[in-house]
C-alpha cells in the first residue's frame, strides 16, 4: 500500500531537489557536472523503483528530472532505454541506447539489451551481432547466454550449446544458462543431459516453479514416473494456467497404472490449453501492434484471467501509458489491484477515474468498498450514498448502506 505513495511523494522531493540545485547555481562560475550526479543517481534509483513496479509515467518524469541534473549522465539514457523497452516501444529505446554509447562507448549492457530487443522482434540475426559487441567489451556470462538463444532459433544448435557452456564456465551460478542449455538437450533428445543441468539450476534456486517444471517434464521422459509425480504436483498448485504441468502430472499418473486419477489431469490439461493459445495470439498482436493500448489491455484481461496476476498488471500497466485518460483501462488495473490486496494502488485508480468523471457508479461503489475494508466506515457511507445521488435505487449501495448500519448498531 505504501510503495506507490512512497513513489509519489519521492518524485516530488526530487523535483524540488532538482530545482534547487539549478537555481542555486552561479551563472558566471557554473558547478562542475559531477556535483550534480549524486542527486540524479538519486532519481534514477527512485526511477528504477517506479520500473519495477510498472509505474512508466514515473519512471521517465524521475529519469527526464536525472537529465536536468546531469545531462551527460550516461545512466540516465541507459535507464530510459530499458523503461521503453519494457513498454515495447523499440525506436525510442534504441535511440536512447545510441544516447548512451555517444556519452560513454564502453558502456556495458547497452549492447546485450541491443540484443534482446532484437530477439523479442524475432531479429535473430541482428541479436548475434549486437550480443558479439557486448562480448568485445564484457566477457559475461549473460550476453553468452542471449547470444546461445540467438543461435537456438537460427538453428545452429552446435555455436548455442557452446555458448550456454562457455556462460556456464564464466559462472556456475547463473541459472538462466542451464535452463537454456536445458531446453536445447531436450530438443535434441539428450535427456538425461538435459535433466543433469536442470537439476543443478533447481539445487542453486529451489523455489524456481520454471525448473521444477522442467525437471518434472524431463522426468517424464526419462520413465522415473514416481519422482516426476512429486516433482510437479507442488509445480500444478503454483501454475494452475500452465498446459504442460497438468499434462505431464497426468501422464505421469496413467504411466504408474492411476488411470482416471490421472486422467483428470489430461481434461484440465486440455482445458487450459485454449485459455494459453488465446495468450500467445494476444502475445503476438502486441507485438505486431506495440503502440495500441487495447492490444495490451486485452492480453492483460486474458492473463488475469488465469490468475498471472503479475503478468496482467504489467500489460494493463503498458495500456496505461498508451492511453492515460481511459477510464476502462484503469478499472482494470483497480480491480486486479483489490484482488491483490493493494487497496492503496486500487484506491488511486479508482479516485483518479471519478475525478474524471464523477458520474461512475460502479466506481463510487468500488471505492466504498475499499474504504470499508481499509476500516474508514464513514468515507465508506459517503461513497456509497455518491452512488445512490446518480443512480436513486441502486441495489448494491443500497444493501451496502444496511449493512453498514446494522454493523454500526452491533457495535
Same mark, same amino acid.
Given at each position: ?5 512512497t513513489?509519489?511523494?519521492t518524485l516530488l522531493?526530487m523535483?524540488l531537489?532538482?530545482i534547487?540545485?539549478?537555481e ?6 557554473p ?6 550526479v549524486?542527486?540524479?543517481e538519486?532519481l534514477?534509483?527512485?526511477s ?9 509515467h514515473?519512471?521517465i518524469?524521475l529519469a527526464d528530472?536525472a537529465?536536468?541534473?546531469a ?17 515495447g516501444?523499440w525506436?525510442s529505446a ?8 555517444a ?8 549492447w ?6 532484437a ?10 551481432k ?13 550476453p553468452?547466454?542471449?547470444l ?6 537460427l538453428?545452429e544448435?552446435?555455436s548455442?550449446r557452446?555458448?550456454?557452456?562457455e556462460?556456464?564456465r ?10 537454456? #542449455?536445458? @531446453?536445447l +538437450?531436450?530438443?535434441?533428445?539428450? =535427456?538425461?543431459?538435459a535433466?543433469?543441468?536442470i537439476?543443478q %539450476?533447481?539445487? /542453486? ?24 509425480e ?7 498448485e ?5 498446459h504442460?504441468?497438468?499434462y505431464n502430472?497426468?501422464q505421469?499418473?496413467v ?5 482416471d486419477?490421472g ?12 485459455a494459453q493459445?488465446k495468450?500467445e495470439?494476444?502475445?503476438n498482436t502486441?507485438?505486431?501492434?506495440p503502440?495500441?493500448p487495447?492490444?495490451?489491455a486485452? #492480453?492483460g @484481461?486474458a +492473463?488475469?484471467?488465469v490468475?498471472? =496476476? ?8 503498458? %495500456?496505461?501509458? /498508451?492511453?492515460?485518460?481511459n477510464?476502462e483501462?484503469?478499472?482494470?488495473i ?5 484482488l ?6 486500487a484506491?488511486?485508480?479508482y479516485q483518479?477515474?471519478?475525478k474524471?468523471?464523477p ?8 471505492i466504498?468498498i475499499v ?5 474508514y466506515?464513514e468515507?465508506?457511507r459517503?461513497?456509497?450514498e455518491?452512488?445512490l ?6 441495489p448494491?449501495a443500497?444493501?451496502?448502506l444496511?449493512?453498514l448500519?446494522k454493523?454500526?448498531?452491533n457495535?
Open positions: 500500500m505504501r510503495s506507490l505513495i513513489i509519489h511523494s522531493l523535483l531537489l532538482a534547487l540545485l539549478l542555486g547555481c552561479d551563472t558566471n562560475n558547478v562542475p557536472e559531477e556535483a550534480y549524486p542527486a540524479s538519486m534514477l534509483h527512485q528504477n523503483e517506479a520500473l519495477r513496479q510498472h509505474e512508466f514515473y519512471a518524469r528530472s537529465a536536468v541534473i545531462p551527460q549522465n550516461p545512466n540516465v539514457s541507459f535507464l530510459k532505454a530499458r523503461i521503453y523497452s519494457e513498454l516501444r525506436g534504441d535511440t536512447a541506447y545510441q544516447q548512451t554509447l556519452l560513454k562507448p564502453d558502456y556495458r549492457g547497452v546485450n539489451n541491443r540484443g534482446n530487443n530477439f523479442r522482434q524475432q531479429e535473430y540475426r541482428a541479436a548475434v549486437y550480443y558479439e559487441k557486448e562480448l568485445a567489451i564484457n566477457k559475461a556470462a549473460i553468452w547466454r542471449g546461445g538463444r540467438a543461435y537456438v532459433e538453428g544448435v552446435d548455442a557452446s555458448a550456454f557452456l556462460a556456464i564464466l559462472d556456475s551460478t547463473y541459472t538462466p544458462a542451464y535452463l537454456s #542449455l536445458t @531446453f +538437450l531436450e530438443d535434441e533428445g539428450e =535427456y538425461d543431459q535433466l543433469s543441468y537439476n %539450476a533447481g539445487t /542453486l534456486e529451489p523455489e524456481n516453479t520454471e525448473y521444477r517444471y522442467m525437471a518434472g517434464a524431463l522426468l517424464v521422459k526419462t520413465m522415473r514416473y514416481q519422482e516426476a512429486v516433482t510437479l504436483r507442488p509445480v500444478v503454483t501454475w494452475p494456467w500452465h504442460g504441468s497438468h502430472l497426468g505421469a499418473l504411466r504408474q497404472g492411476r488411470k486419477e486422467q483428470i489431469f489430461l481434461e484440465k490439461a486440455e482445458e487450459v490449453r485454449a493459445a495468450i495470439h494476444l502475445e502486441v507485438r505486431s501492434l503502440d495500441n487495447m492490444s495490451h486485452a #492480453l @484481461f +492473463l488475469r484471467k490468475q498471472r =496476476y503479475n503478468d496482467a498488471m504489467h500489460a494493463y500497466k503498458v %495500456a496505461l501509458y /498508451l492511453a492515460p485518460e477510464p483501462i484503469r478499472n482494470n483497480a480491480n486486479l489491484a483489490l491483490r490486496g493493494d487497496t492503496t494502488l484506491m488511486h485508480h483518479t477515474i471519478v474524471f468523471d458520474s461512475q457508479v460502479n466506481t463510487w461503489l468500488n466504498g474504504y470499508a475494508l481499509t476500516g466506515p468515507q465508506a459517503q461513497s456509497w455518491t452512488v445521488m446518480y443512480a436513486p435505487g441502486h448494491a443500497k444493501a451496502y444496511a449493512k448500519e454493523d454500526q448498531r457495535r
